[in-house]
């Protein structure tokens, strides 16, 4: 369905203070919050800003040479209502002067900006009011799945949030005309009664250190913009291939992937075996199954490539709601994607014929007996897409070598548990289940490109796994740990260390007439290190070079709290500084209660979030390794309480709490839902419907 656009005032005028204001003026001055941001709010209530822990992100400022090419246009200007199978899809295209210093593009189709670019950020702004699920998004140039993301929980005073990614990465996609579609199913009725009104912008401008980005970007998808459909897969219904001629002078290829699960596969890893989902049928009912084990895996023409355990994402209505107001979960506003190096695959990918691409979700089917082995597919859903990302010689070259070597033996997975039963009544009281994995996969061979270079090419991943659940209290109560470690080295010089820890605590109560109750807690932790500047994606805070045409390099940013952007001004002194790890971490509680009245939740919160590596320039020395950037938030009852943020290692500006932000608290009254196991993911309860339309059929009721 083709979409109008039509500019709120209001709009137009956020787009002017928040991303071209920087360009008139090198004060950067604190603004009040836009009219633009919160439209249709109350003027006396002011709504709540949420908002994900982010690091800084660089954008064009006037103290910088770069008149060459600032250049901001308005991709999606579109309110979500009853938008269930009906996607935004661009349509038109003006484009606006302002005395040649710069240009605003109104559009929903995207052309190029007219001047040569390498840095690419969107700014991502919605703000709604009422009463909604948490739903997902998903944008697509074409075929391609470029962002992911999910709303925040509308309260009933009002919500807004922004959310700032670099999207230079993609650059062979804006350097030419492209559709867009965004899929923001949502669905309104008598109770849930929010609307997502959304504001997508994008930034193009020059800045002198950026990446090698890819020269092509294939999209594996179901590949349905001509019909202006969205082209993300749903497993297990669909099959997730597709088939391309590969370019004969590739010279480098990674294959990106993005999963999440959604229905009865959004909380997998508190999933119990198959052969024990009904040991609590009789008291709280039946379980969801195949295992709180996922693997997501790459294929090339049928052999296994690559395959990673992926990340826990809890979305904000997910275990307990006050634990994301206004702290969002873990990439819940920006999912994250894995990265596989298909470069030693290009003597056969270049060899002039047709290759397949497969994506596939598995779990692990059991015995009963304590063995254990990968099944053939999941529950429903795991929406899923990829990116091939091809680094091309000269024209009309061929790249050869030997045939990849692969080495892939099955995953080790050890399995164990143990059920307790009440010695008077024969209940089951408890159950205990133990999950184990270890894998690890190599790819090995040697690339020869057209001026005669010879290079021997390897992927190499191996990633361990460990996952315990208690479900107790005759299953009104769960304990989930979970640590998941890997590492990928790939002769790109890419290599990425990570460790992400999991424990999560709920339990729940019902009583008549329709009340329930939920206590949780939980604490999440990751670590990332490595090499990531030779990602295909930025890296955080990517290595830092303040010389020429800079004077200074300032990096703006949505600072926690507030809807407008903040300067990080990074010293002159600083030559290098390239960075090599980046960790995050939450701890919070929450309780949530309902009834024939409405509902109540609060929570507290606490986010740590920093990027550390290797500072090089006069005032450091041999320092070693330091701390680049940081961010301490903390929240309670939807309001911040503290908020700490320190540059090198040195605090910027004073710490401040609750009154100096002034942000309200507040209790959330709002509808009741039916039912606790819904909303904690510990089997079939409430149906909230999975509202992205896929290569199969538009939506499921999971």
């Not at 503290?642 to 709490?657: D, I, K, N, Y």
């Amino acid at each position: 369905m083709l979409t109008s656009l039509k500019l709120h005032s209001c709009h137009l005028l956020f787009l002017l203070c928040v991303l071209v204001a920087p360009l008139l003026s090198a004060a950067f001055s604190h603004a009040d919050p836009d009219p633009g941001l919160v439209k249709r709010q109350t003027p006396t209530t002011p709504p709540l800003v949420a908002f994900q822990v982010q690091n800084p992100v660089l954008l064009p400022t006037a103290n910088g040479n770069q008149s060459a090419c600032v250049h901001t246009r308005v991709l999606m200007d579109h309110e979500f209502a009853f938008s269930y199978g009906k996607p935004f899809v661009g349509e038109e295209t003006q484009i606006v002067s302002f005395q040649g210093a710069f240009a605003l593009t109104f559009a929903g189709k995207h052309v190029p900006p007219p001047c040569d670019f390498n840095r690419v950020v969107m700014n991502f702004t919605v703000n709604s009011k009422g009463h909604q699920f948490d739903r997902l998004g998903l944008m697509y140039l074409g075929d391609v799945e470029v962002f992911r993301t999910s709303t925040a929980e509308p309260t009933s005073n009002g919500i807004v949030w922004t959310y700032i990614k670099e999207m230079d990465h993609y650059k062979a996609l804006w350097k030419t005309e492209q559709k867009i579609i965004f899929d923001l199913g949502n669905l309104i009725d008598s109770t849930y009664t929010a609307s997502f009104n959304t504001i997508l912008t994008a930034t193009f401008f020059t800045a002198p250190q950026t990446n090698a980005v890819a020269d092509q970007i294939l999209p594996i998808s179901a590949r349905r913009s001509a019909d202006n459909g969205p082209s993300a897969f749903s497993l297990p219904s669909d099959n997730a291939s597709v088939a391309y001629w590969i370019p004969q002078n590739t010279e480098r290829a990674v294959v990106s992937l993005l999963a999440c699960g959604q229905g009865a596969e959004e909380f997998w890893y508190t999933n119990a075996k198959n052969s024990e989902v009904s040991t609590f049928a009789s008291q709280v009912g039946e379980l969801n199954g195949y295992g709180p084990l996922r693997e997501v895996q790459l294929f090339i023409d049928g052999q296994i490539t690559g395959a990673f355990v992926p990340p826990t994402v809890i979305f904000t209505g997910g275990i307990a709601p006050g634990l994301w107001r206004p702290i969002v979960g873990i990439d819940a506003f920006d999912l994250t994607e894995f990265e596989i190096d298909v470069t030693p695959w290009l003597p056969l990918l270049c060899n002039g014929a047709s290759h397949t691409f497969e994506i596939r979700v598995v779990g692990y089917n059991d015995d009963g007996r304590g063995n254990a082995s990968l099944s053939n597919g999941v529950g429903s859903s795991w929406i899923v897409t990829g990116k091939i990302f091809l680094f091309l010689g000269p024209e009309g070259s061929v790249t050869s070598g030997t045939a990849p070597e692969i080495t892939a033996s099955p995953p080790v997975i050890s399995i164990t548990s143990e059920l307790t039963t009440n010695n008077f009544t024969g209940a089951n009281e408890s159950l205990r289940y133990h999950t184990g994995y270890e894998r690890s996969i190599s790819v090995t061979s040697t690339v020869r490109t057209s001026n005669g270079t010879t290079f021997p090419a390897f992927w190499y991943q191996r990633d361990s796994y460990v996952n315990t659940n208690l479900i107790y209290s005759q299953g009104f109560s769960q304990f989930t740990l979970q640590i998941t470690n890997g590492i990928d080295i790939s002769s790109s010089d890419f290599r990425n260390d990570y460790n992400y820890r999991l424990e999560l605590n709920s339990n729940f109560s019902t009583s008549p007439p329709d009340t329930i109750k939920i206590y949780a807690n939980i604490t999440r932790d990751l670590l990332d290190t490595g090499h990531p500047n030779a990602s295909i994606f930025p890296p955080p805070l990517r290595t830092f070079t303040p010389g020429r045409p800079y004077n200074r390099n300032v990096y703006l940013y949505a600072r926690p709290g507030r809807p407008d952007i903040y300067p990080l001004v990074i010293p002159p002194s600083l030559r290098e500084y390239p960075v090599d790890s980046h960790s995050s971490g939450q701890a919070g509680s929450a309780f949530y209660s309902n009834g024939p009245n409405g509902s109540r939740s609060t929570g507290e919160m606490a986010h740590r979030s920093g990027v550390s590596g290797w500072p090089t320039g006069e005032e450091f020395g041999d320092y070693g390794q330091m701390g680049m950037y940081y961010t301490g938030v903390s929240a309670v009852n939807s309001s911040l309480a503290l908020l700490s943020e320190s540059l090198l290692e040195a605090p910027v500006g004073p710490q401040r709490t609750v009154n100096q932000l002034g942000t309200v608290s507040e209790l959330q009254q709002r509808p009741a839902r039916k039912s606790a196991r819904g909303i904690l993911g510990r089997g079939p309860g409430e149906a909230k419907r999975s509202l992205v339309a896929t290569g199969g059929e538009a939506g499921r009721k999971n």
